[in-house]
């Protein structure tokens, strides 16, 4: 459907993440002079829902690619010595390394969705996992957390830490089903983050080092609001990972095109914008893709769907009004319907951002061999900085951390 007649626009999701890039960079440009300094002796305070201002609360732009790594690192490069933004460098690039950890190996993926399908839970674990899901389950902290996740659409790290590390220890509930919680409500719900995540505060991702929530780092952190005295796990029961280890293997993909050709065209996914992405103009042709009904198995919700919708949207209209991008949009990509815009303008090439394992990358699997049949050639890209870091995300951070601050130098002498 043409975008000019999705007009007008949706509704902003909530307050606290309009989605829209002009959004994103006014509270990258607000975070900035906090990314020294501040941010390395605050950002593990959580002082409630509305007042996270010790972190840049960034994930969901950074997420959907409304903004790219490249452009934090490079403005907050501008503004801090590398040293004094270290800290925070550090955490974008967290971000990356999960990225390619999960890139690497891809089974930890579809191992994770195995055992969501194929989880039993007792009568005693369901009535305890509806609780958790309801912020019912009596242990204040948890509760309001899981409260502020679903109104907001946010939680803070050490939150998100402590909220899962109750769920798996205290309340004893399945790593996978929490995972599946966090995924349904968080705007920067991101398969690698999030399920490596749960993975690492249950001791899978660095084997028998889990996390465990201690209720004085919790009164601590949240400066008094919560003080769970007893009722939380002591220890960490080791939990089995039932799948055998999975060997890294890594796939190099060229780069972004400087723009498009006669004949070439560009496939947006929803959750890698590219509003940033240099030489679009005029002649580029852009097809918009958001998956409405067959995303995955996993369910999101209502803020969730129109907050990456509407985001996929607005940047077609903002690439629209500015480069004077031709753009489309479709909400059932298939390759019925990407081929039917490629006819309809002549193109014989699509770029494609390879699409991160997770929910669209099993989305296209199914599509690209039906679209290889068409003749269209089909031109996957990464960013460079993936193409340099993902071969170290292999194995623990420590590795991939020595590459971190070349790239972020990089970063900051480029544009895009
Ligand atoms: C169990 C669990 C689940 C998580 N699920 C997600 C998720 O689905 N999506 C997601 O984006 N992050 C996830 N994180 C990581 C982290 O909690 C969020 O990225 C961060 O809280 C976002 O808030 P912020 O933008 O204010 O972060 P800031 O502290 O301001 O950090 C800046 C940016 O760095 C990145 N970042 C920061 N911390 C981490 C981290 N620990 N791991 C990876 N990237 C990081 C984010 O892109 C973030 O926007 C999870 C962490 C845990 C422990």
New binding site residues.
């Given amino acids: 459907m043409p975008l000019s007649q999705s007009r007008p626009k949706f509704p902003a999701t909530n307050a606290l993440f309009p989605p829209t890039r002009d959004s994103a960079l006014a509270k990258l440009e607000h975070f900035i002079p906090f990314a020294g300094e501040h941010y390395r002796l605050e ?1 593990n305070f959580d002082y409630g829902s509305g007042k ?1 201002n010790s ?5 969901p732009y ?2 959907n690619g409304t903004i790219s790594e490249s452009e934090v690192v490079a403005s907050v490069l501008k503004s801090h010595p590398y040293h004094e933004a270290e800290k ?1 460098l550090q ?2 690039f ?2 990356i390394y ?1 990225k390619g950890y999960l890139d690497n190996r891809p089974a930890l993926w579809t191992n994770y969705l195995e055992d969501l399908s194929e989880l039993n839970l007792d009568a005693s674990q369901a009535k305890t996992h509806q609780q958790a899901r309801n912020g019912a389950t009596g242990i204040d902290s948890f509760d309001t957390w899981s409260e502020e996740l679903q109104q907001t659409g946010y ?3 050490h939150a ?2 402590w909220f ?1 590390s109750i769920w798996i220890f205290t309340l004893k509930l399945p790593w996978q089903l929490g995972a599946a919680f ?2 349904e409500h ?1 705007l ?3 398969p690698a ?2 399920t490596l ?2 993975r ?2 249950a001791g899978l991702h660095t084997k028998g080092k889990s996390y465990l929530a201690r209720p004085s780092n919790i009164t601590r952190y949240t400066q008094g609001r919560f003080q769970p005295a007893g009722g939380l796990a002591a220890e960490a029961i080791s939990i089995p990972d039932s799948h055998p280890a999975i060997p890294a293997s890594y796939k190099k993909r060229p780069a972004p095109p400087q723009g498009l050709q006669q004949g070439e065209g560009l496939l947006m996914l929803d959750e890698d914008l590219r509003p940033h992405l240099e030489g679009l103009d005029e002649k580029s042709h852009i097809l918009g893709m958001y998956p409405q009904n067959d995303y995955s198995q996993l369910p999101c919700s209502e803020p969730v769907r129109v907050f990456r919708e509407t985001s996929l949207r607005n940047t077609l209209q903002d690439l629209s009004e500015r480069k004077s991008c031709c753009v489309e949009v479709t909400t059932h990509p298939s390759s019925e319907a990407i081929e039917t815009w490629a006819q309809k303008y002549g193109l014989h090439t699509l770029w494609l951002a390879q699409p991160q394992i997770g929910p669209w990358n099993d989305l296209w699997s199914e599509i690209e061999p039906r679209l290889a049949k068409s003749g269209l050639q089909i031109l996957k890209f990464r960013p460079w900085w993936e193409n340099e870091l993902f071969p170290s995300a292999t194995h623990g951070f420590f590795k991939f951390h020595k590459g971190i601050k070349p790239v972020a130098t990089r970063m900051a002498n480029a544009t895009s």
């Fill in positions: 950002r996270h972190v840049s609360q960034l994930s950074i997420r925070f955490e974008v967290w971000r999960w939680l803070h790290n998100r830490m899962a966090f995924l968080l920067d719900g991101d983050s999030n995540g749960w690492w505060v």
